[in-house]
């Protein structure tokens, strides 16, 4: 089953207490796939896919997913209204449960392209790009976006942004708790240097009660999550969540209430070696291209080099997966 047999599904109630963020190069459909047997609540997110990949490339590769998958959101990147309504359009139809407006990313290609984060410096156009989505669509819109931008510190700037953008109708803000410098820092310091100020976020739900904030940047453990859960609305996990993935199974009983999870790492390793194997039927997906995204499955166990060795040696590529799960359960302390 993909993603296109459930375009004619309602609307789903989405909750934004937990969620894993978009990541280039890394949330895509496989990745979503293992953060879903590990959490069935927490909220998921595609790589961020540009207006202009919809509209004039392969509409298919950009938006296919497995149907396991919800709740999923669609991030989009792109700045004119009207490309952002036919991409939201296409997202809706394609069964997707909120479209996720990209104000946040930092690198100088999206800059180029005039979106990401220096479109915090033009609220009116984010606030237009909302409306014009929210008209297009019935699921909803969101914005995530940056604290600031450069060195400007101010809280008037981003306390304006979101005052702009909500009185389009956006209703839901993920803030990613850090400044972005368009200038002198590459994407990955991006999302180091500038310093973390949660404060912001706690002042920013203080002045805007009735919306939806999230929070994003640096969360590296459940105590840390849960003491900025008394504070906003939802945390948003980033590069923790894709490197150390165990992490989530225990989300749905820690933060949703749920039942603890009866899950070993044994267990969702073989659902990933199905997995595989129906996907190297139905698309011819190499399973070298699916295991990448679980090599931080065993992440801090004995043996666990040994075992992500297996499952990342480009000599076994010609074995079929379920040989290299064998060969990577030999390493020693893997076993049960």
């Known amino acids: 089953m993909n993603s296109h047999e459930t375009q004619e599904n309602q609307p789903i109630a989405l909750n934004w207490r937990m969620s894993v963020a978009p990541m280039m190069d890394w949330t895509d459909r496989h990745c979503r796939y293992l953060h879903r047997l590990l959490t069935r609540h927490t909220l998921l997110y595609t790589e961020m896919v540009t207006t202009g990949a919809l509209l004039h490339g392969d509409v298919p590769r950009h938006l296919r997913f497995n149907a396991e998958e919800h709740p999923l959101a669609l991030q989009l990147g792109g700045s004119e209204p009207a490309d952002l309504a036919r991409a939201a359009r296409l997202g809706a139809h394609w069964g997707y449960d909120e479209i996720n407006l990209n104000c946040g990313c930092p690198s100088e290609r999206v800059q180029r392209g005039a979106f990401g984060a220096c479109l915090m410096n033009e609220a009116p156009l984010v606030a237009d790009g909302v409306k014009a989505m929210r008209d297009a669509v019935d699921i909803a819109v969101t914005v995530k976006h940056r604290i600031g931008i450069d060195k400007d510190e101010s809280y008037d700037f981003v306390r304006d942004f979101i005052g702009t953008v909500a009185g389009a109708g956006c209703e839901v803000f993920i803030v990613h708790a850090r400044n972005a410098w368009l200038k002198g820092l590459s994407p990955k310091e991006n999302r180091e240097v500038p310093p973390l100020r949660y404060e912001v976020v706690a002042r920013l739900k203080r002045d ?129």
Request: charged residues 25%; aromatic residues 10%; glycine residues 10%.
């Open 208 to 336: 805007f009660p009735g919306l939806t904030i999230a929070i994003n940047g640096g969360f590296k453990d459940s105590a840390a999550v849960a003491g900025q859960l008394a504070v906003v609305d939802g945390v948003m996990v980033g590069r923790e969540a894709y490197h150390n993935p165990w992490w989530l199974a225990g989300w749905d009983e820690e933060f949703y209430g749920a039942a603890p999870s009866a899950l070993t790492r044994e267990a969702v390793e073989e659902l990933m070696v199905e997995y595989m194997e129906r996907e190297a039927r139905e698309h011819g997906t190499h399973w070298y291209s699916i295991a990448r995204h679980m090599l931080g499955l065993r992440h801090g166990l004995p043996g666990a080099r040994r075992w992500r060795q297996a499952w990342s040696d480009h000599r076994l590529k010609g074995l079929p997966a379920r040989e290299v799960m064998a060969l990577a359960r030999t390493a020693p302390s893997v076993q049960d």
